[in-house]
């Protein structure tokens, strides 16, 4: 029980990134995306210094070709995130992120030669459904390149979740911090590029700060804890509460309304997940 709590609780707290995200006043996606790796690797850096005897030395130790996959996979992961926030509606970014395991099966079966049941096929097949709802309807509302995006997210977590699988002993801090260095690196590029600059307000710099260690961070070390004694499914299934829960706070807070279209293909990707994750649970008792 106490696991399931701490992994429901760090959901909670991840949760809150469309409401950082909405909340700053100037920057731009990048300009955000710099300062919140900032804030993640220094928040992560601190923990392993404290956490573990040889400190920050024992962390090159543990850099790995599965550490490096997945680190690009949470760069992935984090860019598309806030810039589909960007383009398109907090509600329509996650619900396609929640397509992510459906495309880690896929990947896990093509690189990792794992089998797929025949209920996650079903499951894919349903996800991939709710997906193209949601595509679709962000096509005629001027969002396409915000699902784009999302998707792009969906696909660095799957990424992510498949190199855990390859490298069985990574240690999840250690590839949080790749991650979170992988991100600063192509962050800092694409904020060059668009010549913007580094320049932010203090309002936005601390928000973004914040989002990098308390938003990600927190919520890294409060899953990490209970996932270990949390069955697969049911932290599929918990991490339900961060995709329902992330809309619902910018719809409080800021008035986000949500389209029909993505209500639809929300619905229909959430429901996909919970069927994989109620028919892998049963297998798993079964066995």
Excluded at 247 to 261: Q, R, S, T, Y
Aim: proline share 2%.
């Amino acid at each position: 029980m106490r696991g399931v709590l701490l992994v429901a609780l760090g959901m909670l707290v991840s949760s809150t990134i469309g409401v950082g995200v909405r909340a700053v006043d100037a920057a731009t996606s990048w300009q955000i995306l710099v300062y919140r790796s900032i804030g993640t690797i220094l928040f992560l850096a601190m923990v392993i210094a404290i956490r573990q005897q040889d400190g920050m030395r024992g962390v090159l130790t543990k850099i790995d070709p599965p550490v490096l996959v997945g680190g690009i996979g949470l760069m992935l992961a984090s860019c598309g995130v806030i810039v589909a926030f960007e383009h398109t509606t907090v509600a329509n970014a996650f619900f396609l992120v929640a397509a992510a395991p459906f495309i880690a099966a896929l990947l896990g079966r093509a690189l990792l030669s794992e089998q797929v049941r025949k209920a996650t096929w079903f499951a894919i097949v349903l996800g991939l459904g709710g997906v193209a709802i949601m595509v679709g309807g962000g096509l005629s509302i001027g969002q396409f390149w915000g699902n784009i995006a999302g998707l792009i997210a969906a696909f660095g977590f799957a990424i992510f979740a498949v190199s855990l699988r390859w490298g069985r002993s990574n240690d999840l801090l250690v590839l949080a911090l790749a991650g979170g260095c992988f991100t600063f690196l192509t962050a800092s590029f694409a904020t060059l590029m668009s010549g913007t600059g580094f320049s932010v307000s203090m309002h936005d710099l601390l928000i973004s700060l914040a989002m990098g260690a308390f938003q990600l961070g927190c919520a890294l070390l409060l899953i990490t804890a209970g996932s270990r004694s949390v069955p697969a499914a049911e932290i599929a299934v918990l991490g339900l509460v961060e995709i329902v829960l992330a809309p619902v706070w910018v719809w409080i807070i800021f008035g986000e309304n949500v389209g029909l279209m993505t209500v639809l293909g929300g619905t229909t990707v959430l429901l996909a997940v919970v069927i994989d994750a109620i028919t892998g649970a049963r297998k798993a008792h079964a066995m």
